[in-house]
């Protein structure tokens, strides 16, 4: 029974993250490129500056963010087709209108939207044992019924979270998720009122115990890498997970309390278990291999770099592509930019593309691969499709008064933290407000 409740961990785990990189292809860049012909308002006649206007399609992606005097026009990134444009600014509910259609070199005008107050948590994530306050941890706030209300937000060095979008009047769970080194917890049953605050849900978190080892094909020996490796205490009471790297290692380091667990890996459709492995919070358990009956891939060559826009900010989930008469293979980058291709190429001559919705392709030619080594530093800088390839979109939010002062200041969230709010909500079977992305 373990096995089969290992493997659906291992389903609801793994493609969760692969959609969380998918959708991290919207990371926001800095360009200073923008056009204002709208306003955004927070009650009627009262502009909203650093408001986030973002629309998103199959078809290509823009955002604006409102000036002083609330206004915005989204001008780069977007083909002809349909898109759905959404507003996120601190302090309100966010809200959204599908199906705008948008034609290249015209502007589609009115795109009015009205907000409505959030509530707000606020509290403070530490190490239950020494008190350090524990910086960049997400907690994401989630409602327990009856609406489609959620958002995140990452400690800063202090360990303070302050998650104030997004949250209707409601009963919520303040959850840490996935924390390095740590075990998740849940603060269950806060009692938020849109337009106030509640403070001080404070999580102080219980180290986690390590297992690492490697996964290998038998009978070849060979390493298997992205094999997905679970494991979950007998008890029942606590799980984590990884995926191998290129070399076939891998390292569970966040959800393990002290117990005795079984360590499932998994490869397409075949698997391998060790049982009895005792893990005991704050240690490593080294040394936990298992073997796949698997034919490995052939071997080898590696491509890795990093794809960003033109002021540096990484696209997350830009397609990167490697062609060439030795091979081909592809990836998508990471949250952070990054991308490795380790699988399909063979010794030779490499056209590498990179692409992202919004931006405009870019290839590097005559990159040289050979088998079992590493070509490194192929890098990409993409630029956003200009104004002159892109349709427009303008109008105006209006919404309810907000009162409460510490959420009268810009909005400093990235749409991919958006992303993660839904995508981990979805995680844990609560419904977050829907967003639409390429």
């Known amino acids: 029974m373990l096995r089969y409740k290992l493997i659906a961990y291992a389903m609801i785990f793994v493609i969760p993250f692969s959609l969380l990189a998918y959708v991290s292809v919207i990371g926001v ?132 979270y302050h998650i104030i979008t997004n949250l209707a009047t409601g009963t919520y769970n303040a959850t840490v998720v996935f924390p390095n080194g740590y075990i998740m917890k849940t603060v269950s049953g806060i009692a938020v009122t849109a337009g106030a605050e509640v403070k001080e849900v404070n999580l102080a978190l219980e180290r986690s115990g390590i297992i690492s080892g490697r996964v290998t094909a038998t009978p070849s020996g060979e390493p298997l890498g992205n094999a997905t490796v679970t494991a979950g205490s007998e008890d029942g009471r ?103 291709i380790s699988s399909g190429l063979g010794t030779g001559t490499y056209t590498v593309y990179a692409s992202a919705t919004g931006y405009l392709p870019k290839s590097v030619s005559g990159v040289s691969v050979t088998v079992d080594q590493v070509t490194s530093n192929i890098n990409f800088q993409l630029s956003i499709i200009p104004p002159e390839q892109s349709g427009r979109i303008s109008g105006t939010v209006q919404g309810d008064e907000n009162p409460i002062p510490e959420f009268q200041h810009p909005v400093v969230v990235l749409l991919a933290g958006t992303l993660a709010a839904v995508v981990l909500a979805k995680l844990f079977n609560t419904k977050t407000r829907r967003v639409k992305l390429p």
Do not use: C
């Open 29 to 160: 860049s800095s360009s200073s490129r923008r056009v204002f012909s709208g306003v955004v308002y927070a009650s009627p006649g009262v502009p909203v500056s650093g408001a986030m206007v973002v629309a998103s399609g199959s078809e290509g992606y823009g955002y604006a963010i409102t000036n002083s005097l609330g206004q915005y026009s989204i001008t780069e990134g977007l083909k002809t087709g349909k898109y759905t444009v959404s507003v996120i600014a601190e302090g309100y509910l966010y809200e959204e209108i599908e199906d705008v259609s948008v034609t290249v070199g015209q502007q589609t005008s009115n795109i009015d939207i009205y907000l409505h107050l959030s509530g707000g948590i606020s509290g403070r994530v530490t190490d239950a044992v020494s008190g350090t306050p524990l910086q960049n941890i997400l907690v994401m706030a989630s409602i327990t019924s009856g609406g489609t209300y959620g958002w995140q937000a990452v400690t800063d060095a202090n360990g303070n």
């Open 238 to 340: 606590y799980v984590g997970f990884a995926q191998t790297d290129a070399t076939g290692y891998y390292r569970i380091a966040t959800g393990l309390g002290t117990g005795t667990y079984t360590v499932f890996a998994m490869y397409g459709m075949s698997f391998d278990q060790v049982t009895n492995v005792n893990v005991v919070a704050g240690a490593e358990t080294r040394n936990i291999d298992l073997e796949l009956a698997v034919s490995p891939p052939p071997p080898s060559g590696i491509i890795s770099g990093r794809v960003t826009d033109t002021n540096g900010a990484p696209i997350g989930s830009a397609l990167v592509t490697a062609q060439g008469s030795a091979g081909s293979g592809s990836a998508y980058t990471d949250a952070n930019g990054n991308y490795v």
